[in-house]
């Protein structure tokens, strides 16, 4: 069976591209963004599978 990692970080808008080719290109997979519980931000949510 797979298993998995995870990891929350904030998105800003400005950079939003950079950010997520960042984090793809550590392996993480984005889930979903929604916005933060500050309601001001993004707050992307990511998946790995462990090694």
Not at 18 to 34: K, P, R, S
């Amino acid at each position: 069976m797979k298993k998995w990692e995870y990891l929350t970080a904030p998105v800003l808008i400005h950079n939003t591209k950079m950010i997520l080719d960042n984090f793809g290109a550590d392996g993480w997979e984005l889930v979903q963004i929604i916005q933060g519980p500050d309601g001001q931000g993004l707050v992307a949510y990511f998946k790995r599978e462990k090694a």
